[in-house]
């Protein structure tokens, strides 16, 4: 979505191909920080989205039985800092402002993609539905079990990576009086912990008005049946799972009334992101355990940079397609290796490198000695 309205903006007609019939506020929480919600305040959405979301004022750290409390996120330190906030919403609330960004039209909904096919100029699409549809280049951003990426890797299913996550959202009315050391947490556990396992407890509000509480966690569970999609859950299997740990974590397992338990899927950092007209984009290219809270900024990220970088090869796509990759691929797969191990932000970390990453005025890397006239995003919309 952040791809379709920065190439709008930069004067291209992008078209989304939605496979959903309709977008509905599903799914989860999402952790957006300064390095991603710094994109967006560019974009004029800040505003907007801290009323429909929420910027903690307290995000503990916290051991996993006593609550001794390992590191506090600084979060107006961080703000000062880096000039943009640390913004948490459900995603479908996100994923709704942002189709409103969007120029009526741009997205057709229930179109599934079966395959694409490679002309001399054009790529031509085929759905589900029958229908075909041409472009001049394809953005594959159909996360983790990407059609697009299959057409240009052949099929390979997602590993699955030994953990799973449980996940609920529910109003927070239902803690009744009961009141949370602090707005959003981790609770971690440690080599005391009876099963010696890592297992981990995040909950945060979901909305300003902190009326809705949202949790995931991180557990082992070796005989996950394989599949890729979520599954409805017993509350007390997670209640098993955290038993010991804090009140805090307690409570909000009593409190919710229904949970899906999600397998943690990953691949490994992938040789090829294009081919031609066609290329990858978040979750499509680097998908990555939840650990650092980045899926969806390295995505925003992603789209900032490949639009540059199109923008700055003109119609030489496979150019552009390079020089995103080449700028990119370093910084993803630093994420994605992070994320895939449960330590970031646990204790006292100087966090620069990644919230300070600044994809809009970056300079870009020239690749493969060529060299491309790049242009900040700020440039693109003021040369429209």
Known sequence: MTAAILLQRAGYEPVVYEQASHISRIGAG?????????????????????????????????????????????????????????LILHRGDLQQYM???????????????????EKADRIQMTFRDGTTEEADIVIGADGINSVVRETLLGPEPPKYTGNVAYRGVFPSSLLGDYKLRSDAGKYWSDDRHPAQEDRHFIFYYLTNAKDEIYFVTGSPDPNWNGGANPVDVEMSEIKECYRGFHEDVQRIIDACPKATKWPLLTRDPLPLWSRGRIVLLGDACHPMKPHMGQGAGMAIEDAVILVRCIAAAENDYAGAFEL??????DRATRVQTISNINIWLRYPTDPTWCFGYDAMSIPLQSVNGRSFATKTYAELELAV
């Open 99 to 117: 189709i409103n960004a969007l120029k009526p039209g741009t997205i057709l909904y229930s179109k599934s993609l079966s395959g694409l096919a």
């Open 30 to 86: 999402i952790n957006l920080w300064p390095n991603s919600t710094r994109i967006l305040k560019a974009l004029g959405f800040e505003n907007e989205l801290q009323k429909i979301g929420t910027t903690p004022e307290k995000w503990l750290n916290c051991e996993w039985d006593t609550g001794r409390v390992y590191f506090r996120q600084p979060a107006e330190e961080w703000l000062e800092h880096y000039g943009a906030p640390h």
């Open 324 to 329: 995103y990759k080449a700028n990119r691929i």
